[in-house]
T-cell receptor, first 116, second 114 residues
Framework: SQTIHQWPATLVQPVGSPLSLECTVEGTSNPNLYWYRQAAGRGLQLLFYSVGIGQISSEVPQNLSASRPQDRQFILSSKKLLLSDSGFYLC???????????????FGSGTQLSVL | QKEVEQNSGPLSVPEGAIASLNCTYSDRGSQSFFWYRQYSGKSPELIMSIYSNGDKEDGRFTAQLNKASQYVSLLIRDSQPSDSATYLCAVRGISGGSNYKLTFGKGTLLTVNP
């Protein structure tokens, strides 16, 4: 079965520090991968998505970047964090709902990032 | 700008009652509609999807879609305290293929009181 791993679960970083969040998927090949952010009082916002190695699409201008160095690895980075980068970061992959041909997003467990 | 609007709540209902959650969307070409449940501090979990006008029932959950009114709702019958969570409405636009992108609403916080 497919699983998605995301770490760390919680992160507290000072303003101006770098960031690296990693997401890996197991049990599937060439998945579509996504990074979402959920800030306080706001909905889930799509930040980046990737359809393959080295292929990154950015949805929102920001000081974040994403990379996909391997088929099942998706990394979210920043060189200098801002206060506004605080939020709940979720990695997701596009797969089939068990027993159906319906597609759905499977989310990782998320990283709660606090920038102080 | 594609938008998905939900009442932020909180919506409070007594145990056993019907909870009604509503969502409107701006992209008239939207094709697929989803309801996710998110417990505090946890990741969203898909509970319902609907693709055509009308009702779709799954256990205690019923999703309703009206494309003409650009409106989708979720009914939870016989609400239980374990249903207390934030419910996110998500919409997939007309672009298909590899561009599987969902636009989410801010969510409605539901509290079911014992």
């Amino acid at each position: 079965s497919q699983t998605i791993h995301q770490w760390p679960a919680t992160l507290v970083q000072p303003v101006g520090s770098p960031l690296s969040l990693e997401c890996t998927v197991e049990g599937t090949s060439n998945p579509n991968l996504y990074w979402y952010r959920q800030a306080a009082g706001r909905g889930l916002q799509l930040l980046f998505y990737s359809v393959g190695i080295g292929q990154i699409s950015s949805e929102v201008p920001q000081n974040l970047s994403a990379s996909r160095p391997q088929d099942r690895q998706f990394i979210l980075s920043s060189k200098k964090l801002l206060l506004s980068d605080s939020g709940f970061y979720l990695c997701a992959w596009r797969g089939l709902w068990s027993g159906t041909k319906l597609e759905k997003l499977f989310f990782g467990s998320g990283t709660q990032l606090s920038v102080l | 700008q594609k938008e998905v609007e939900q009442n932020s709540g909180p919506l409070s209902v007594p145990e056993g009652a019907i909870a009604s959650l509503n969502c409107t969307y701006s992209d008239r070409g939207s094709q697929s509609f989803f309801w996710y449940r998110q417990y505090s501090g946890k990741s969203p979990e898909l509970i319902m999807s609907i693709y055509s006008n009308g009702d779709k029932e799954d256990g205690r959950f019923t999703a309703q879609l009206n494309k003409a009114s650009q409106y989708v709702s979720l009914l939870i019958r016989d609400s239980q305290p374990s249903d207390s969570a934030t419910y996110l409405c998500a919409v997939r636009g007309i672009s298909g293929g590899s561009n599987y992108k969902l636009t989410f609403g801010k969510g409605t916080l539901l509290t079911v009181n014992p």
